[in-house]
């Protein structure tokens, strides 16, 4: 199964490592220097040029992606448990 992450990105429900939010990830310090480190390298993709509620920690083929995303991580979390419901 696929988890929308907003506009036309989708991703392997398999695939995903972690959601996380942004208002409440973003006040260590730890996690501003990862995304700023992933940024540099090329590892985050911004899905749209909206504030990101949340961001999605994800292996894509067989590497490392981050993505921005406009949808909040609640959000995204119900909609993985509903995946999981169906079976």
């Known amino acids: 199964m696929f988890l929308h992450l907003g506009e036309n990105v989708v991703v392997p429900v398999r695939d995903v490592i972690g959601i996380f939010d942004i208002d409440t990830t973003m006040y260590g310090a730890d996690t ?11 590892f985050i993709e911004k899905i749209t040029n909206d504030k990101p509620k949340s961001f999605i920690v ?4 067989k590497k490392s992606k981050i993505f921005l995303s406009p949808i909040s991580s ?14």
């Open 74 to 87: 609640a959000t995204l979390c119900k909609r993985t448990q509903s995946i999981y419901e169906e079976y």
């Open 32 to 42: 501003v220097q990862f995304l700023r480190l992933a940024e540099e390298d090329g």
């Open 58 to 61: 994800a292996e894509v083929n």
